[in-house]
């Protein structure tokens, strides 16, 4: 039997190894195999012969082409994968709820879906049958699913683009044999703990209605059936049906049918969880500036409600005397207390001067009216905001680095003055106040507020429990501006202001004080309220405050080296006198008397007097 073949085959192993000295041993080889064949005795093995295995070049070769090729093909995927990872196109065949989008540009596919309607779900809502014929209908709006026809066509646009550079590329392959329908999913994202809330707000109220089949309330008792039995509203099942229903855009009605749950025995603790209500206060809504609804609380004492559980028997109604609780803000009382009391108000005398007026007009009808809840911080220049002359302001007299200048808003001054003074007299926290270079003669010495923009600034806070709203207004029949500040007098208490005035080297010092009273005239608190320095304005400077001045005293001589006995004048509490000659120039430096502790109040001495609390 012949294992190697014939001498054909014997040519070719020649013509294998026919170069080198590897010739002599292929004859070798040969006659060896043919020796070993013809007597019958075992050879090599049969593979060798006629079917010789490359050698190792050969294999060397072969590996090194198969790796050229994978090369080749990796690089031109990758070329591929590169080119697909930049269009700035959808992917072809891509299409969304059967729109076709493929090779469409993000804005021209936000186009298409625009005109096929893509968003048209906009303004529907979907609708949860619950047992006892609740429904739960959630607007759409409300659950965020609201998807714009850009929302689509972005979801469009980012399918499979999600991946690497070659998971992006095996994508666009298929989409280019097999093309790729999106749905409304893809561009779908639920606001999912708004929506388990509302989930969870109706279900709970079907489940006390299921409860309450048995359960009533008379007003004085819950009253129970013992041993009754009903359903419970699975909040967590409801929730997949609304998310499935938008996901779908499937606006019908869906009925829920929940899994059947005996409750044979409800405990008391049960009923306590269902029946139990926490009193609510009213409180102060911004938005209607009015009170919200109070909420009655309602209980019942649990170890009595057991006793007369445990005497019941099955089918028994049982009586449970309820505890209802008022809150200590009801609604009907809070409206009645909102901005019912004038806490304080002061007028002060405007000048003559045309420009001067329209500017403390204008300041004035952007306070009034305004409204600070308990906590807020009121600040002048935000609220009137810069000076300008698109806003209506005009250039009047003003001061401005010691000297006495005309400026852009000029005498505005006045109504941050007034709105101190009068946020003094309501008891307010004053957190910022700076006050003139020179005095003003609308009112007491150091009672005044100076802004100019951006600063300084005025600034207080409402630190009563209750909002204030500003009243500001001018009348110009009467050449006055009025300063209101509206609210909930609680205590009856009120304030009164005593300033003590000094003599310094180049004007004059004020220290004021805040004097507070109980509503008996019993004296609570004295408070330094703010230390101010005016200085003399240049002699032949004309007044800025007042262009058409009253006539007015004549300043005293100056100050002598040897103090006087005679303690400096009060000023009075409407100065007549131009700001360019202070209300009083003192004639010895006075040293403020301060009442700590004074039980009753006390009688101020001429540096030192109170105010009235009002106009």
């Not at 065949?93 to 096929?116: F, H, Q, T, Y």
């Not at 209980?299 to 089918?315: H, I, N, T, Y």
């Not at 009801?330 to 409206?335: A, D, G, I």
């Not at 202070?582 to 540096?607: H, Q």
Request: hydrophobic fraction near 35%.
């Amino acid at each position: 039997m012949k294992l190697f073949g014939n001498d054909t085959n014997g040519k070719r192993d020649k013509r294998t190894n026919g170069s080198g000295n590897g010739t002599g041993k292929g004859k070798t080889n040969r006659a060896a195999s043919g020796k070993n064949a013809a007597s019958g005795r075992p050879g090599k093995s049969p593979s060798g012969a006629g079917s010789k295995a490359p050698g190792p070049a050969g294999r060397k070769k072969a590996a090194v082409t198969i790796a050229a090729v994978i090369a080749l093909i990796l690089a031109v995927t990758a070329g591929f994968a590169a080119c697909v990872n930049g269009l700035d196109t959808i992917y072809p065949n891509v299409s969304l709820d059967g729109i076709p989008l493929g090779g469409l540009s993000m804005g021209e596919a936000a186009r298409v879906l625009d005109k096929a309607g893509f968003n048209k779900h906009q303004g529907q809502a979907v609708s949860v049958e619950l047992p006892l014929n609740e429904v739960l209908s959630i607007p759409a709006e409300e659950a965020g699913v609201i998807a714009s026809a850009m929302d689509g066509a972005r979801a469009a646009y980012e399918y499979g683009r999600g991946g690497n550079l070659f998971t992006s590329f095996i994508t666009y392959v298929r989409c280019l044999i097999a093309g790729k329908d999106l749905n409304y999913g893809s561009a779908f994202i639920i606001d999912e703990p708004r929506v388990r809330e509302l989930v969870r707000k109706a279900s709970n109220k079907v489940n006390a209605d299921l409860l309450g089949a048995d359960i009533s309330v008379d007003g004085e008792h819950v009253v129970v059936v013992k041993g009754a039995k009903s359903v419970t509203v699975d909040a967590d099942e409801v929730y997949k049906l609304v998310e499935e229903a938008f996901r779908n855009r499937n606006f019908e009605v869906i009925k829920y049918t929940p899994q059947g749950k005996t409750v044979e025995d409800i405990t008391i603790e049960e009923l306590y969880k269902t029946i139990y209500i926490e009193p609510e206060d009213a409180e102060y809504d911004p938005e209607t500036q009015s009170a919200t609804e109070h909420v009655v609380g309602m209980k019942f004492d649990m170890e009595l409600a057991q006793e007369l559980w445990d005497k019941a028997a099955k089918g028994d109604r049982v009586y449970i005397p309820l505890v209802l609780t008022e809150p200590e803000m009801t609604t009907e009382r809070l409206n009645s207390m909102l901005f019912r009391d004038v806490l304080a108000q002061k007028t002060t005398n405007l000048t003559r001067n045309y420009a001067r007026n329209n500017n403390i007009t204008l300041a004035a009808k952007t306070l009034n009216g305004l409204i600070l809840n308990t906590g807020d911080e009121f600040s002048f220049n935000g609220t009137v905001g810069k000076r300008t002359t698109e806003a209506g302001y005009m250039a009047a007299g003003a001061y401005s680095g010691g000297q006495v200048v005309t400026e852009l808003g000029g005498g505005i001054c006045q109504v941050s003055s007034t709105l101190y003074y009068t946020a003094l007299l309501a008891n307010l926290e004053i957190t910022n106040r700076l006050c003139h270079y020179f005095g003003v003669d609308y009112l007491p010495i150091g009672l005044d507020a100076t802004v100019s923009w951006p600063g300084p600034d005025f600034k207080f806070v409402n630190n009563r429990d209750f909002p204030i709203k500003i009243e500001a207004y001018t009348d110009l029949s009467n050449y006055t501006l009025t300063v209101k500040i509206i609210g909930t007098d609680v205590d009856g208490s009120y304030v009164k202001l005593t300033t003590s005035v000094w003599a310094t080297d180049d004007g004059y010092g004020a220290q004021s004080y805040r004097w507070v009273y109980d509503a008996d005239g019993n004296l609570i608190s004295v408070t330094e309220e703010a230390t101010s320095k005016y200085h003399y304005p240049e002699k032949e400077e004309e007044p800025e405050e007042s262009p058409e001045p009253s006539e007015s005293p004549s300043p005293s001589e100056e100050p002598s080296p040897e103090p006087s006995d005679t303690p400096s004048p009060q000023p009075s509490e409407e100065p007549t006198t131009a700001p360019s000659e202070p209300v009083i120039e003192p004639t010895e430096p006075v040293t403020p008397t301060e009442p700590v502790t004074p039980t009753e109040p006390v009688t101020p001495t001429s540096s030192a007097s109170p105010t009235d609390n009002g106009e």
